[in-house]
């Protein structure tokens, strides 16, 4: 645990690599737990005094291709700046592409999880290896399906025109 408000005021930056197996809300997601990733954390101040946490994350993600179900790894690369609130209300003031990073009084800041939270926002929905072939198939008509078949409302048509 940090505390984020000293780290800010200190401008300190955190760089290191942590394996994907540590990750215990991420594995589910990935077909296993093979690799680490590479990150760097910095604190700070931006021009409008800011405080913020900038994350740069790296990492080959093994995820199962839904296409072909075989693994393949899945290249990561992040770059976010959160803004560091106290409040919900100072949401509204973060400027346009910084994202919240709602925190307590005390500050208390988990950099493994903060990392994970950004890799579990990187996994696709629906992982597909960008080097596997298209499946296509033809599904041919059953014979019986060619056929015409008979209209279920003929009999009330011909009621309706008997009657007239």
């Known amino acids: 645990m940090l505390d984020a408000w000293r780290m800010v005021a200190a401008k300190r930056l955190f760089e290191g690599r942590l394996p994907l197996s540590g990750m215990t809300r991420l594995l589910p997601a990935l077909a296993d737990a093979d690799g680490e990733c590479r990150f760097e954390m910095e604190f700070g101040r931006d021009a409008m005094d800011l405080r913020y946490v900038e994350l740069r994350i790296e990492a080959k993600l093994p995820l199962q291709c839904q296409r072909t ?39 208390e800041l988990d950099p493994a999880g903060l990392v994970e939270d950004e890799l579990i926002l990187a996994v696709p929905v629906v992982p597909i290896d960008p080097n596997s072939t298209e499946v296509t198939a033809n599904w041919p008509a059953d014979a019986g399906e060619e056929e015409e078949k008979p209209n279920p409302f003929a009999a009330l048509a011909a009621l309706k025109a008997h009657k007239k």
């Open 69 to 107: 179900l075989e693994r393949f790894l899945y290249p990561v690369r992040v770059t976010q700046r959160l803004g560091l609130i106290t409040d919900e209300a100072d949401e509204a003031a973060l400027p346009e592409g910084i994202e919240p990073l709602l925190l307590d009084a005390s500050g």
